[in-house]
């Protein structure tokens, strides 16, 4: 709808390199599921290996430890999954890999058999998203689009998670997994949820829900400032800015900005419409 919204081919290119940039995203996030389900399978596990002291977004880094063709030569369906997992992969290339799982899969259903359920459950999440992609590339006008810009959205989710991140050592709801049942019962999960929830209020300023809503209401508001009519384009560049600066260009490691940050959000809690609560 905010597409057709606008005929101005700038202002469309705008849009789709967001759009571009959170596919991007997901198919990397969606990838490294993969993987990581992968390497701790009984059949896949000696193929993978973790990567010492280094991580992405949070996660300890997992890479193959060779080629796919000759980690696996013999077992095409390993082989097919394991391109899936090779580095540099992007949405268009795993579709290639994704239609002979299909084809495979029509010819010796049992060989789906194989597969642990959490294998299955990340593949399936990754054909999704190559699915979405592929349609959108059918639909819209994707050549000549540069996925490096239109990077609002990724970037402050990046910035997001990397403040939640250093957040993980100072938590601690191990009291409420002293055995394997008492955390299957509702009150203790409540109990833990309740301690979680207050725990982030108290640390990031809001509820955990909130800091994802309020990421993606105000990346769309910056999106549809920017590509506004030319004659309103100095006035939304100099709003953008002043975004910019405040949420985008503040450094983690700095305990000031992250106290205005969290600040920040406090206030904006005070003023935030009731019907947003039903929504988180």
């Not at 606008?6 to 571009?20: A, C, F, M, N, S």
């Not at 193959?64 to 949405?91: F, N, V």
């Not at 290639?96 to 299955?120: F, G, H, Q």
Request: hydrophobic share 35%; glycine share 4%; aromatic share 8%.
């Amino acid at each position: 709808m905010l597409y057709n919204s606008y005929t101005d081919k700038g202002q469309r290119t705008t849009l789709l390199q967001e759009i571009i940039s959170v596919c991007g995203l997901e198919f990397n996030r969606t990838q490294m599921i993969l993987k990581r389900q992968m390497s701790t399978t009984k059949n896949g596990r000696r193929f993978f290996k973790r990567i010492a002291n280094t991580h992405d977004n949070g996660n300890a880094r997992i890479i193959l430890k060779g080629k796919p063709e000759s980690l696996a030569p013999h077992d095409k369906q390993l082989r097919y999954i394991l391109c899936l997992c090779q580095p540099r992969m992007t949405a268009s290339n795993a579709a290639e890999w994704l239609e002979k799982l299909d084809e495979l899969y029509i010819t010796d259903p049992s060989k789906r058999l194989e597969l642990d359920m959490r294998v299955i459950d990340a593949l399936g999440d990754l054909a999704n998203i190559v699915g979405y992609t592929k349609l959108l590339s059918d639909v819209f006008p994707l050549s000549g689009i540069n996925c490096k810009e239109g990077q609002r959205f990724v970037t402050r989710l990046r910035e997001l998670e990397e403040e939640l991140n250093q957040l993980k050592s100072e938590i601690d709801l191990s009291g409420f997994a002293s055995s394997f049942t008492i955390p299957l019962q509702p009150e203790v999960a409540r109990a833990a949820l309740k301690e979680f929830k207050e725990f982030i209020i108290n640390k990031a300023g809001t509820e955990i829900g909130f800091l994802y809503y309020d990421l993606l209401s105000d990346c769309m508001e910056s999106v549809k400032k920017e590509i506004k009519p030319q004659a309103k384009e100095d006035d939304a560049q100099k709003t953008d800015k002043v975004f910019k600066d405040k949420e985008i260009s503040s450094q983690f490691g700095s305990p000031k900005d992250h106290e205005v940050r969290v600040q920040e959000r406090r206030q904006r809690e005070k003023t935030r419409p009731r019907e947003e609560y039903g929504r988180n």
